[in-house]
């Protein structure tokens, strides 16, 4: 691959849509490099059992993510699925806290507590999710509540996925949030499989964006795997919620093509289907065809993000490597804020009863 | 000091915390035009706006979930249950997510749930309930249930002002059936985790919670007629954390243990609490600890079943008594 001319390029470049500038389409670039050279990492991790737990991959969802989380200002939350790492990061997650995470690490974002990318930041607008599907919609409801009562401009983006749609707190969620007229727009990521569950055998709707029907509220299908039409989806969704205008349902069609976790070997999924995928439809593909199409961003800027992202990725997995576990007594700090640590049973403290 | 009922005491007690903190919010069924299914929140709609008093779609587990967002980002929500039967329609959202969120998460998470318990209103199998040991075992949860006017006032403040997710019960017997003299003005506030010495006495103790304690009560006057015993009550106020001390001291003190909760048996908080009598303070006793509760069924309908399953001051009176010969 050579790069384009760096001189005349840009001038022959198209105009850029959705307000975006060129350095916030670089900006999208680095984060769905990085999101994807991540699990790349945390893949070889796993592989040498440094990953504690399962490790979730979102290869071919990058690009759903990243633009969808982009659409956000600062001041606005998110509450992310297991396959929404793209999303933390542009909210601000830290690569390294990401690896501590899995890697059950002392200084991990839940001191070890919890898994994964379940884990938030109240100062950077992103809270944990929990395992139990659906049971974001209705947290984040209270989130985009609490706006509405301080009268604050700010919205609430949260994540499910199509198994998720068939969950009891998913509906309640997303009602009690239509009826309060709530700031939150609600991605529903369809990715095909729900473990090996297909779509089909999730729901009889023929497509989920007409769940918004029964809402009452607006609904968009949307291309999750290309970057820029799911930033412009949301963008319009997060504005409408800023202005008064609730909640909006966005229905984004993608495909998984890892397993559910990667000890899964997805053998109910056909080979060819992947492969179909990989080949035609991988949003960093499509992208980085765009921005050659264009000359937006050079081939050659894009390589030099991609080797700063390998040379940062490199010192984050040494620096957490290096790192001890938590404490094992730490396990009875703050169950409660108070009292702040549990006394320990009196067999593991060496009193009496 | 004007004499209020429990539930007027409650009905002050939320008054006051909206009033005096702005963040405090109440969502529910029917708790704004309506002022509740037992007017527990009457007024408030006109007091406080439809912004503070929030009526919600019939989904538990959406109110109270909603709760734990808002409270995240420093809101002080209370959500009504409208019976706490429907409690269980919100157990995922309390048990997997609010009483988690600090430990997992470090989200501050400080809400109220609060709803009418209990039986002896002839309300069937979903209009009774006394759901507290199936959150007993929720590490990260609070449980509170107020026996007297006071507490009802006092521990509601308590909870709202709490950091950590208090489930408040509140017994739907004891709505208008108590009243008390409570002081108009200063700060009522009843101490989460502290029992309460309800009567003094040096033979017997009976460790009790909410309406039981005055059935407790009843007994323990009874016993000291007929019997010339000298029965303590020891009346909970709050379940978890549970007062080991108090507990102990009243073990200590007369070396006879019973226990009475109106919830059924197997499972249920006295098993607890004789386990933690067994841990702590066996060489103290004279003699088995012993249960009064409910039967092991779904509570029914017909008062001549009611009271049947249900414990009564004469089934109190009567495992004391089998209690004392020891």
Same mark, same amino acid.
């Given at each position: 691959?050579?790069?384009?001319?760096?001189?005349?390029?840009?001038?022959?470049?198209?105009?850029?849509?959705?307000?975006?500038?060129?350095?916030? @389409?670089?900006?999208?670039?680095?984060?769905?490099?990085?999101?994807?050279?991540?699990?790349?990492?945390?893949?070889?991790?796993?592989?040498?059992?440094?990953?504690?737990?399962?490790?979730?991959?979102?290869?071919?969802?990058?690009?759903?993510?990243?633009?969808?989380?982009?659409?956000?200002?600062?001041?606005?939350?998110?509450?992310?699925?297991?396959?929404? *790492?793209?999303?933390?990061?542009?909210?601000?997650?830290?690569?390294?806290?990401?690896?501590?995470?899995?890697?059950?690490?002392?200084?991990?974002?839940?001191?070890?507590?919890?898994?994964?990318?379940?884990?938030?930041? *109240?100062?950077?607008?992103?809270?944990?999710?929990?395992?139990?599907?659906?049971?974001?919609?209705?947290?984040?409801?209270?989130?985009?509540?609490?706006?509405?009562?301080?009268?604050?401009?700010?919205?609430?983006?949260?994540?499910?996925?199509?198994?998720?749609?068939?969950?009891?707190?998913?509906?309640?969620?997303?009602?009690?949030?239509?009826?309060?007229?709530?700031?939150?727009?609600?991605?529903?990521?369809?990715?095909?499989?729900?473990?090996?569950?297909?779509?089909?055998?999730?729901?009889?709707?023929?497509?989920?964006?007409?769940?918004?029907?029964?809402?009452?509220?607006?609904?968009?299908?949307?291309?999750?795997?290309?970057?820029?039409?799911?930033?412009?989806?949301?963008?319009?969704?997060?504005?409408?919620?800023?202005?008064?205008?609730?909640?909006?349902?966005?229905?984004? *069609?993608?495909?998984?093509?890892?397993?559910?976790?990667?000890?899964?070997?997805?053998?109910?999924?056909?080979?060819?289907?992947?492969?179909?995928?990989?080949?035609?439809?991988?949003?960093?593909?499509?992208?980085?065809?765009?921005?050659?199409?264009?000359?937006?961003?050079?081939?050659?800027?894009?390589?030099?993000?991609?080797?700063?992202?390998?040379?940062?990725?490199?010192?984050?997995?040494?620096?957490?490597?290096?790192?001890?576990?938590?404490?094992?007594?730490?396990? *009875?700090?703050?169950?409660?804020?108070?009292?702040?640590?549990?006394?320990? @049973?009196?067999?593991?403290?060496?009193?009496?009863? | 000091?004007? #004499?209020?009922?429990?539930?007027?005491?409650?009905?002050?007690?939320?008054?006051?915390?909206?009033?005096?903190?702005?963040?405090?919010?109440?969502?529910?069924?029917?708790?704004?035009?309506?002022?509740?299914?037992?007017?527990?929140?009457?007024?408030?709609?006109? #007091?406080?706006?439809? $912004?503070?008093?929030?009526?919600?779609?019939?989904?538990?587990?959406?109110?109270?979930?909603?709760?734990?967002?808002?409270?995240?980002?420093?809101?002080?929500?209370?959500?009504?249950?409208?019976?706490?039967?429907?409690?269980?329609?919100?157990?995922?959202?309390?048990?997997?997510?609010?009483?988690?969120?600090?430990?997992?998460?470090?989200?501050?998470?400080?809400?109220?749930?609060?709803? !009418?318990?209990?039986?002896?209103?002839?309300?069937?199998?979903?209009?009774?309930?006394?759901?507290?040991?199936?959150?007993?075992?929720?590490?990260?949860?609070?449980?509170?249930?107020?026996?007297?006017?006071?507490?009802?006032?006092?521990?509601?403040?308590?909870?709202?002002?709490?950091?950590?997710?208090?489930?408040?019960?509140?017994?739907?017997?004891?709505? $208008?059936?108590?009243?008390?003299?409570? !002081?108009?003005?200063?700060?009522?506030?009843?101490?989460?985790?502290?029992?309460?010495?309800?009567?003094?006495?040096?033979?017997?103790?009976?460790?009790?919670?909410?309406?039981?304690?005055?059935?407790?009560?009843?007994?323990?006057?009874?016993?000291?007629?007929?019997?010339?015993?000298?029965?303590?009550?020891?009346?909970?106020? &709050?379940?978890? !954390?549970?007062?080991?001390?108090?507990?102990?001291?009243?073990?200590?003190?007369?070396?006879?243990?019973?226990?009475?909760?109106?919830? &059924?048996?197997?499972?249920?908080?006295?098993?607890?609490?004789?386990?933690?009598?067994?841990?702590?303070?066996?060489?103290?006793?004279?003699?088995?600890?012993?249960?009064? &509760?409910?039967?092991?069924?779904?509570?029914?309908?017909?008062?001549?079943? #009611?009271?049947?399953?249900? !414990?009564?001051?004469?089934?109190?009176?009567?495992?004391?008594?089998?209690?004392?010969?020891?």
């Amino acid at each position: 691959m050579t790069a384009r001319a760096p001189v005349t390029a840009p001038k022959a470049a198209p105009p850029i849509p959705a307000g975006l500038t060129r350095e916030q @389409l670089v900006e999208i670039y680095y984060y769905l490099w990085l999101t994807r050279s991540l699990e790349e990492r945390l893949t070889n991790l796993y592989r040498q059992s440094k990953v504690i737990g399962g490790l979730f991959r979102s290869l071919g969802q990058e690009g759903g993510s990243v633009g969808s989380a982009y659409a956000l200002r600062e001041e606005d939350f998110l509450s992310p699925l297991i396959r929404n *790492l793209g999303s933390m990061l542009v909210k601000g997650a830290e690569p390294l806290a990401v690896v501590r995470q899995y890697m059950a690490k002392a200084e991990s974002p839940t001191r070890g507590r919890e898994l994964n990318i379940h884990f938030g930041d *109240l100062d950077k607008g992103y809270i944990g999710q929990i395992s139990h599907l659906g049971d974001m919609v209705p947290v984040m409801a209270g989130v985009a509540l609490s706006f509405k009562l301080r009268n604050a401009k700010r919205v609430v983006l949260v994540y499910v996925g199509d198994g998720a749609t068939s969950t009891g707190t998913f509906h309640e969620g997303i009602n009690l949030a239509a009826v309060q007229k709530l700031p939150m727009v609600v991605i529903v990521e369809n990715n095909g499989w729900a473990y090996s569950t297909r779509t089909a055998q999730q729901t009889a709707v023929k497509q989920l964006v007409d769940k918004a029907k029964g809402y009452g509220i607006p609904g968009e299908r949307v291309d999750g795997n290309d970057v820029l039409a799911a930033y412009e989806a949301t963008k319009r969704a997060v504005e409408r919620a800023r202005a008064g205008g609730g909640v909006t349902l966005l229905e984004f *069609l993608t495909y998984r093509r890892k397993g559910h976790a990667e000890h899964d070997a997805q053998g109910y999924q056909p080979k060819d289907e992947i492969a179909e995928w990989a080949a035609k439809n991988d949003p960093i593909d499509r992208y980085e065809k765009q921005l050659d199409e264009t000359g937006w961003v050079s081939a050659g800027e894009r390589a030099a993000i991609r080797e700063r992202i390998d040379r940062e990725l490199t010192e984050i997995v040494t620096t957490s490597e290096n790192e001890p576990f938590p404490e094992a007594e730490s396990a *009875l700090d703050e169950v409660y804020a108070n009292p702040p640590r549990l006394e320990p @049973l009196w067999y593991r403290n060496g009193s009496n009863a | 000091m004007p #004499e209020v009922t429990y539930l007027e005491a409650l009905r002050q007690g939320l008054r006051e915390e909206l009033q005096r903190d702005e963040r405090v919010f109440i969502l529910g069924e029917d708790v704004g035009v309506y002022g509740g299914a037992f007017k527990v929140t009457e007024g408030f709609l006109q #007091e406080f706006g439809e $912004r503070r008093v929030i009526d919600t779609p019939i989904s538990e587990a959406a109110i109270v979930g909603a709760a734990a967002g808002a409270a995240h980002m420093g809101l002080r929500p209370v959500a009504e249950m409208q019976f706490i039967d429907f409690i269980s329609c919100a157990y995922d959202m309390l048990t997997n997510y609010v009483a988690t969120a600090r430990y997992r998460a470090g989200l501050p998470t400080p809400l109220v749930v609060r709803g !009418p318990s209990g039986g002896y209103v002839r309300g069937g199998p979903f209009h009774s309930q006394n759901p507290e040991a199936a959150f007993l075992h929720t590490p990260g949860l609070k449980i509170v249930c107020p026996a007297t006017a006071r507490d009802a006032k006092g521990l509601i403040k308590a909870a709202i002002r709490d950091d950590d997710p208090v489930l408040y019960f509140e017994h739907k017997f004891l709505y $208008r059936r108590i009243k008390e003299n409570l !002081p108009e003005d200063g700060d009522l506030l009843t101490p989460i985790g502290k029992a309460r010495v309800a009567r003094e006495g040096t033979d017997l103790s009976i460790i009790t919670y909410s309406a039981t304690v005055w059935k407790s009560l009843e007994a323990a006057e009874q016993l000291e007629k007929e019997d010339g015993l000298k029965v303590e009550v020891l009346d909970l106020r &709050t379940l978890l !954390p549970m007062d080991d001390e108090a507990i102990l001291a009243t073990v200590k003190k007369t070396n006879k243990v019973m226990i009475v909760h109106e919830d &059924t048996r197997t499972g249920g908080v006295a098993g607890e609490i004789t386990a933690r009598i067994n841990e702590h303070a066996f060489e103290w006793l004279d003699g088995p600890v012993l249960r009064v &509760t409910a039967a092991d069924v779904p509570l029914p309908y017909a008062p001549t079943l #009611e009271d049947y399953v249900l !414990p009564s001051t004469a089934d109190i009176v009567k495992v004391a008594r089998h209690l004392a010969a020891y």
